[in-house]
Every structure is written in structure tokens, then in C-alpha cells.
């Protein structure tokens, strides 16, 4: 896999994905176009405009962002190549002069009211919410002279960049919020196994009956794959119609993936791979003797013996 | 289980959400409060201040509304009372004289403005996209006099509501657009079983391991009770820890849920019961024999036989 | 459970089933009657002649014992008591002056001679086997001067108690074989819970397809319930339709056993019930907390608030 | 694999081994050679002194026939090269000039005994039983002028051939009882696949915990494999140590049935496969689409896409 030499990022400049992409090595001197929406990164990267796009995928305290799941599901293929995480901490920015008692109208996006709320109702009660496409675009709203509101949560870094005064510094309710990015880039790349990765899967669910989920989790849990998420999906035909998307501990060239992905393939050959790429949080998983590589070398080879190697 | 006879709704006026409060009998004739959030109207309920509160929960474009699920599944019980399915369709409104060709800046909210977008970029290409905290919201803001935009994508009720120009209609991408609501009460009601009912449970994973959302979900397959939605969430301490928030075909009052939940509470016993109410497309599921409540009783029955019907 | 006061076994006098019932306090005071087969000790107890009759049961060298088992499945219902191990020594004996090296023939039962194959090939390499219906047999006969052999491979016991010579002992492959035997009763009697039980079933399959047995299975490992014998055994009627006879850990007042035991019921109403009884070796099984009696009672408590404790 | 030219089998000559034997295409004119147990039987096999040897292993009315199995099972790899049905039919056989009612004492296996033992009781109810360590060594028995006894159960072949009266015919409780035989190699043999075949398995468990059982048999459950048979079998060294014995549907060159023996020998590595071979019955499983050949073989092209058919 050659390393991207162009990117894209959900924009505008100094979002926390932007924060998320400069922590790709290489990624700080290679060109940067931010995009207005998930959608748009990920088209940036089908057409071959970029080589890869970073964009939000979970929040630890808002949950999965769907619109960034249903663009991956669906369309021309893609694949994850890395995951990020980034400490996310809100400050309170306003023009130089203005005090925290003068606030009135505080913008930002509505993910982040959400984990600032608590601390505005203590702080400053009367304050009303002005909905803004992202924290950024809140902060560079003061600076363009946008007289809607005289406040806006945002990052430290586009506080900084664009010079505003911090009235009030990491006023998350979660003081340790972090937020999970992912790179996007073209299927035709696999990243390198480490040790300690994760495989992100969109699964089709065959039939709506009681076992059919079951049987689905089953190839998981029989080849001893842990799951770190799973989310039922509308297909967005009709209510009541289910995909499922998950990430699960390990590599596609750990023999107890592959041996998964390939009995999820029998049962919904509709599957599709989104990845295997290190786990930002580098957590190996433990393998149990009987869910090891050399487990299923051993039993290969036990097999082969039996058949006379004949091919079948 | 008593009538509510106050109720309040993600507001402002002529949401879709107040929409699916209108389909409640009654509600037209009750007192109806607007909240200006999820959290704010479920505290509502909790504080006694109104008796019920109808809610986002599901759509099916947009998948699970998080904030609305997370908020019922921490603080003070509450319980889901019934569900709504509300048709979807978007307008383009505008204030009296605007024509298509001169719309710049659209409002609205962000889900909305994802399910609008191609009709936007096909027929008003370079219209700028200006958010807002509801679609309500943005059909307000121009009656209100905000110059900030000058069209609004929300329904037609507002729109006719508020005497607004419309200057298209059904500009959603998908025609048959629903989205579930949920009318949430204390947690001292339990609708009355119709025979095409849904539980909703919030089950913490007791264990991170491969077979652990496994043994949860066996709770469900094992006696027949097919999920219908099923979504891993942070617990917002830290990245790798869940809950599950599932929703189950059945009521707990048919013997296979209630064995079910019996189940998962010796699991899991910090379990939350979200409610059992009639299912808004008035589904039956299909009930094998070994699972109907004829064969709980019947093997009640056996059972007792053998012990004596001593007290154990 | 009122002690049994009369009792029958596989005879004659002097078999290690009656040593096997010797050791039940209070047997060697009872009536006691040999039955010539194990259908006729089981059909002794069902016409109320005796109380209770011990039978083989399982050979830890041979295996299940197949006649008591299909014998106990079928007809009027029986109840297990007890089970009792014996630890199984053979003795070569002969009647006083046959030396070792003038033995020519030697009568044993067949699975007494399987045990004792290894000694003799070694010893008296040319001695033929003659077939007896039970070891005391064999002993018997050559008091009774039956010329047809002239050694008799049985327990020390019933050559002491007959004054033959031994003219080996301890002639066994194994050297700490032990049969397994249990007491058969009628089904009114159901004996106290100890914490070291066993439960003994007779399963019907209800349906011969590959998740079926898994379903049955199933009952048992998800209520943590150990299985200590699982065997399929043809119904009689025609080759290939099946039901399984298992012992499984804990006695059907624990909590985790009746309701393996219901879920079983509703899989297979026509499963059969054959007693819960101590364990002869006191092992107890090891509890997870989450098939506990208290888990279970804890589960209920807790349902029953959500039901409002309402009749259903 | 070349067909066998010297056989042997449970004798003496005129048992329904032989005659299960005889079934065997080209066995009628090949060398064979009676044994006098199953185990001296498969010995010779072993010591290449015979190609194969014919063993009876089931039986419709007394289930498994356990030496064979433990004899299999452990010691130098046999190979299972196929199964033979004989129908089992009983005659009274006596000398010439002997009358029904002159019958005093009856000799046979304790197996026919048990089989025959209702028509016995109804028609010659006084009659005793003289244990014989095979129906023919009974009828061999009046031919060699043993006195012991006047009648014989035995096969209406044995009869025939010796020249004995036949006092009554068809004399078994069932009517249609057949006894299941299987022919023996050595390890080297691998019969073709038929469509319509059997797996003969011997299977360690790995640990006694209640999911132990339930993680082998989800194996063949997994890859919609079903089981026509399993026994759990004490290993002999104590009581409370098992394997399993268990036949399953299909042939190791079917991919689900090879994956599923993968599987297995990467929980339990000590597995012992004993054979895939034609049932004698002819019926083939019906595989379901995601288990089929054509399945497997999709999965494995899908991944190697996946995988950039890098060696792993």
C-alpha cells in the first residue's frame, strides 16, 4: 500500500477531524481540501480527486454517526485504512471585549451543545442554542462578522488559529470525551497486520427470523472474535429491512477472521469488507489456543493428511 | 393505565414530531407543551410537569436518534407508552414572492437537508446550505423575518401553518419516507397486550468477550422473540465499554418475553425495561408452538407435577 | 419419601448389583429377592411386589448398561433413587484341589471376560471361555457340579460366601474399574436435594435435523447445567429416529434444573422424567452466580414488579 | 483404494456377521477367516493378517454395540470402508425329532435372548436360557452334541446350513429389526464419495464445563451438518472422563463436513477420524445453499480477492 499524497476532511479547516487527519505521519505536509460534507469526502475519493478522506465515525458519548456509516455501506467501494481518536475539548470563543456575562446566543453543532449543555445551564442559564454546521464554521462565523450570535463553542485549535478570546476552557460535560475518525481510501488497498487491529463489516441480514442475527453473530463468536460495535441499519427501502454494522477484533489475515468472513460470506454473500487497519488504541486481543493462526495451520494440515492432499 | 391528559413534544409547533402526537386519540383535545429538546422534554414527564412526552426515536433514512435512546436509558425510569409512524415529506417553502430561481441560503435541519440534497444539487445547485435546530424552526425563522436565508425545507403542515409560499413538494429522495416517534410515560404504565406488541430494553454487556453478546441475544432466539433493532452504545465512561439497546417483537406479558427478560435479568441485572406497547404497523409475529404460551403453561404444569407443587 | 422395606436385584445371590444394594442403609435388614433379569427387577416394582429394585446402570469400562436404560424408558413410569458405585475385583475360582495350570474352561459373563481378557492370554493362554449369564453364575455352577467348566471368573464375595478356591485375584485390566447402579422406585417418590444431585432424562428428538439436538442441548448449557452422559438411542420403531438419554448435574428443585427442565418440556412434551438423587461421588457442580437460585428468585422479583404481580 | 482380498469377522461361520459379510460385492468368493472376538477381529486387521474386517456396531433394538466402538477407538487407526444392514430374523432350532414342548433349556446370545424373550414367555414359558457367546456357537452347540440344552435361537441361515429343525420362525419382539455392521481397514483407505455418506468420529472432550459439549457439536450444527448418532463414552481411566462417539451426515470431501472436522480439530486436537463411507441406507442429507459445495468454494474466491490471493 503506498502512502495517500492527498486528502480530504469533513471542513471547514481547524474541525477536530482535521485535528484527527494532521495525526496521520505524512499527512501535515501533504496537500489537505476540506469538504462541506461526509458525502462529498467520500465522492472526493471514489472520483481519485483525493487519494483518502478522514471523517467522524463514532463519538464515545453521542454514539455511531450514521450519515458516515450509510456513505461507506453503500456505493462504489471503499476501505479503511486507519482509525483516529482525538481528545475532543470545547471551549467557550467570543470576540476580543466581549465578557461571559454578555453572551446571549452561543453557536455551535448540535453534538456539541449536547456535551456543553450541562455547563451552560450552571453558567450562563439564558443563553440560547444557534445550530451551526460544525464547531468550526461557529467560530469562524464570529470573525465573519456574523451578528446572529456573540458566542460559539468550538476547539481550542480554531479558537487559536483565528484569534478569538477563550471565555471559558473544557466545558465538555465528559472531561475525557474522545471522538473516533477513520481514513477512507480506495478498496484496492489492505493495510499492514499489527497485531492489533480491527475489521469493519456491513452484513446484509438474510432472513428476519429469531436466529437469523444469531447465526450471523455465531461466525463470530465460534472463531472466538470479539465485537466492539454492532448497529442494526434500515436499508432505507422500507422500515423493518436490516443491515448490520460492525467492527471486530482482528485482521483479515488472521486465519480467525478470514475463517469468519468466510462463513458470514456463505450466509450473506451480499457482505461487504470495509477494512482491517490498526486499532488506535493499539488493545491486542487475547486468542485462545484453539482460535490461533497455528490452530487452524494444525488443523489444515491434520485435514490434508486425511484427503491424501487430492485436490477436491 | 390511565389517559395522559398533558403532554409535551420536540418543538417548536408543526414538527413532525407534534404531528405524531396529533395521531394520539385525544391528544388533539389535551394540553400540548413544545420542548426545545429531547432531554428537556423526557424531564418534563420525570418532574410530573406534563404526563407524557412524544419523541424521535427511529428513522427510517437516518437510523436510531441517539440522543433520544440515551436519554431514556439513563436517570429516572421512564416508559415507552406507544409508538407513531409518521409519513415523511418535505416542501420548500418560501416567504410570499421568492421564486425557485432566487432561493441562495436554505434552512433546516440536518437530517432533513441530507434526505433533500439531491433535490437541491439537481435543481438549485449552488443554494447554500444554513442550519437550524429543526425544520419548524427554519419555516419560523422566515416569518420571524430572518434574513440570514430565504427558503425553508420542513413539512407542508408548517408551511400551510404559518401561510408560507411553497415552491416545491416531496423533495425528500426517498418517496415513502417514515420515521418513528415514541410517546414515553412514568414508569407505573404498562399498555394493555394487543398481540402485535414491541419491548424495549436496555441491557448493560456484564463482560467483554466474544461470548457475551451472544448469551445476551440466546435470551431472545432461544425462546423465538425476534429483535427488531439492535444497536451497541457507549456507556459514555470511556470507548469500550456498551449497553445494548434492543427492541423485541412481543409484549412482556406473552410467557416467551417475559421467560426472555427473566433470562437476561440473571445475565445482566442492571437491565433496564423500557416498555411494551403496540407496534405501529400492527405486525403479529409468528408464534411456533414451543414458544406460545400454551407451552409455558403446559410445561408449568409438568413441572409442578413433579415437585408436588411444593414450595421451593 | 418413606424408606423402602423390600427390594429386588439383578441376581443371583453374590453379583456385584447385590453388593450394590448392600451398601443402602438399611438394605442388608430388608426383604431381598434376586430377579433373573433387569426387566424383571423394573416390572417387580411396577406391580408393587417390591419397593424398589437395583439395576446396572454404567460400567466405567463398558459403558452404558443398554437393556437397563431402554428398559427404564418405556412403560409405566419409574422413578431413580440412588445411585450406588461399586468398585469391580475379579477372582479366578475353582472348586478346592484345581490348580491353576488345570484349568480348561472358564465361565464368566461376557463383560467380565472382556475385563479379564489381558490375564488370561497371559496366564492360561489356552483356557476357552464359556459363556454365563452373570459372574455369581458362573459360581453357582460349579458348586452345582456343572462339568462343563472348571473355573469361574466372579467377585471375591460370592467365592468366599460359596468356600471356592481363588486361585488369582485382582485379575482385571483395570485396576479401579467401578460399575455404576442405581435404585429404581415407583414415580411418587422424589429424594431431598443434597447439592451434589444428578437428574436423570429421557428425551424424545423431536425433529431430526442438524439444530435440533443443539436446541436440547441448549437448554442445559444455558442455564449453566452440566451434562455427565449423553447418549442417542433408536426408539425400537426403525432405524434412524432417536431419543437421548442424559444425566445431567443438580436436582429439579435447583432452580437452573426446573427450568432447563421447562424449556425442554416445550421442546419435547413428551420427554421423560426419571429422577433427581445424590450423586455417589458428592461432587458438587460449581454454580455460576447467574444460575443461582438467588439469580433466579432475584429474576422473578423483579419481573413480577413489571407485571405489576397482575395473574397472567 | 483396492478392494480387499481376505476378510475377516465376528464368527463362528453362519452368524449375521458373515452374512452381513456376504453382502459385500466379490466377499463371497475372497478368503474369510472367522474370529472369536471383535477385538482379535480387528487385530488382524492391524497386523495386516486380513485387508478388512466385518463388526457389528449398532443395533436397532439394543443400541450401540460398545466394544466395537472402544475398540475403534483406541489403540493402532482403523478405517470404516462401509456399513451393511442385515435384517435380523430368529428361528427356534432343535435336533431332528425334538417337539416344541419337549424344549427345556434354549441357548443364544444375550442380546436375541432379550429379543425373543416375549414369544418365549407366551409359548414356552417354563423353557430356561443357557448363555451362548453367539447364536450360532448355540447352534453349533446341538450339531456337537452338547447336552447342556435342547434348543437354539439362531439365524434361519445358521439353521439351514447345519441341517436342524426349524420348530418356529420369526420369533423376535420386532419385527423388522435390522443390526448395523461395519467393514474395517486400515487407515491408507478413503472411499469415494456416493452422495448419500457417513462420518464416523471419536472426539475427546476437551474440558467439563456445560458449553464444552455444546462448542463440538456447534461444529456440525454451524455448517448445517446433523448427527445420526452420538454416545458419550467414559475413556476407562475414571469415571467422569469422556468422549464422544458420533456419526454425522456427509463425506469428508464435502466442503461443510471438512470445515466442520477443521473446526473440531482445533478445539480438541486429540479427534480421531474413523471414517467416511456409503450409507447403507442410501438417503442423502438435504444441504441447505449456504452449506453446499458451491457455497464454500465462493466464500474462498471471495476472500483470496480480499486478501490479494497473498500466501497468508
Same mark, same amino acid.
Given at each position: 500500500?503506498?502512502?495517500?499524497?492527498?486528502?480530504?476532511?469533513?471542513?471547514?479547516?481547524?474541525?477536530?477531524?482535521?485535528?484527527?487527519?494532521?495525526?496521520?505521519?505524512?499527512?501535515?505536509?501533504?496537500?489537505?481540501?476540506?469538504?462541506?460534507?461526509?458525502?462529498?469526502?467520500?465522492?472526493?475519493?471514489?472520483?481519485?480527486?483525493?487519494?483518502?478522506?478522514?471523517?467522524?465515525?463514532?463519538?464515545?458519548?453521542?454514539?455511531?454517526?450514521?450519515?458516515?456509516?450509510?456513505?461507506?455501506?453503500?456505493?462504489?467501494?471503499?476501505?479503511?485504512?486507519?482509525?483516529?481518536?482525538?481528545?475532543?475539548?470545547?471551549?467557550?470563543?467570543?470576540?476580543?471585549?466581549?465578557?461571559?456575562?454578555?453572551?446571549?446566543?452561543?453557536?455551535?453543532?448540535?453534538?456539541?451543545?449536547?456535551?456543553?449543555?450541562?455547563?451552560?445551564?450552571?453558567?450562563?442559564?439564558?443563553?440560547?442554542?444557534?445550530?451551526?454546521?460544525?464547531?468550526?464554521?461557529?467560530?469562524?462565523?464570529?470573525?465573519?462578522?456574523?451578528?446572529?450570535?456573540?458566542?460559539?463553542?468550538?476547539?481550542?485549535?480554531?479558537?487559536?488559529?483565528?484569534?478569538?478570546?477563550?471565555?471559558?476552557?473544557?466545558?465538555?460535560?465528559?472531561?475525557? !470525551?474522545?471522538? @473516533?475518525?477513520?481514513? *477512507?481510501? $480506495?478498496?484496492?488497498?489492505?493495510? +499492514?497486520?499489527?497485531? =492489533? &487491529?480491527?475489521?469493519?463489516?456491513?452484513?446484509?441480514?438474510?432472513?428476519?427470523?429469531?436466529?437469523?442475527?444469531?447465526?450471523?453473530?455465531?461466525?463470530?463468536?465460534?472463531?472466538?472474535?470479539?465485537?466492539?460495535?454492532?448497529?442494526?441499519?434500515?436499508?432505507?427501502?422500507?422500515?423493518?429491512?436490516?443491515?448490520?454494522?460492525?467492527?471486530?477484533?482482528?485482521?483479515?489475515?488472521?486465519?480467525?477472521?478470514?475463517?469468519?468472513?468466510?462463513?458470514?460470506?456463505?450466509?450473506?454473500?451480499?457482505?461487504?469488507?470495509?477494512?482491517?487497519?490498526?486499532? !488506535?488504541?493499539? @488493545?491486542?486481543?487475547? *486468542?485462545? $489456543?484453539?482460535?490461533?493462526?497455528? +490452530?487452524?495451520?494444525? =488443523? &489444515?494440515?491434520?485435514?490434508?493428511?486425511?484427503?491424501?492432499?487430492?485436490?477436491?
Amino acid at each position: 500500500m503506498t502512502q495517500p499524497s492527498s486528502y480530504t476532511y469533513l471542513g471547514p479547516e481547524g474541525t477536530f477531524t482535521e485535528a484527527a487527519l494532521l495525526q496521520v505521519p505524512g499527512a501535515g505536509e501533504a496537500r489537505r481540501v476540506p469538504a462541506s460534507t461526509v458525502a462529498a469526502a467520500l465522492d472526493a475519493v471514489r472520483s481519485e480527486a483525493v487519494d483518502a478522506a478522514m471523517v467522524p465515525i463514532e463519538n464515545s458519548v453521542e454514539g455511531g454517526v450514521s450519515a458516515t456509516l450509510d456513505a461507506i455501506a453503500v456505493g462504489e467501494p471503499l476501505r479503511i485504512l486507519r482509525e483516529e481518536l482525538v481528545p475532543i475539548t470545547f471551549v467557550l470563543a467570543a470576540r476580543a471585549g466581549t465578557t461571559l456575562g454578555a453572551v446571549r446566543r452561543i453557536a455551535t453543532h448540535g453534538h456539541a451543545w449536547a456535551q456543553c449543555r450541562s455547563w451552560v445551564d450552571a453558567t450562563i442559564a439564558d443563553a440560547e442554542y444557534f445550530p451551526s454546521s460544525s464547531t468550526a464554521a461557529a467560530a469562524y462565523g464570529l470573525v465573519d462578522g456574523d451578528e446572529s450570535y456573540d458566542g460559539a463553542i468550538c476547539s481550542p485549535l480554531v479558537a487559536e488559529r483565528l484569534g478569538l478570546a477563550v471565555l471559558a476552557e473544557d466545558i465538555g460535560d465528559v472531561s475525557d !470525551a474522545v471522538t @473516533r475518525f477513520v481514513l *477512507v481510501g $480506495r478498496p484496492d488497498a489492505l493495510p +499492514a497486520r499489527t497485531g =492489533a &487491529d480491527k475489521t469493519t463489516l456491513v452484513i446484509p441480514l438474510p432472513e428476519d427470523h429469531p436466529g437469523a442475527l444469531m447465526q450471523i453473530l455465531d461466525q463470530f463468536a465460534a472463531r472466538g472474535v470479539n465485537l466492539s460495535r454492532i448497529e442494526s441499519r434500515p436499508t432505507g427501502q422500507f422500515l423493518g429491512d436490516y443491515f448490520f454494522s460492525v467492527d471486530a477484533d482482528g485482521h483479515v489475515e488472521d486465519a480467525r477472521v478470514a475463517d469468519a468472513l468466510k462463513g458470514l460470506h456463505r450466509i450473506s454473500p451480499g457482505l461487504r469488507f470495509l477494512g482491517s487497519y490498526a486499532r !488506535a488504541d493499539r @488493545r491486542s486481543p487475547a *486468542v485462545e $489456543r484453539h482460535t490461533s493462526d497455528e +490452530a487452524f495451520s494444525s =488443523a &489444515d494440515h491434520w485435514l490434508g493428511g486425511i484427503l491424501g492432499d487430492r485436490p477436491r
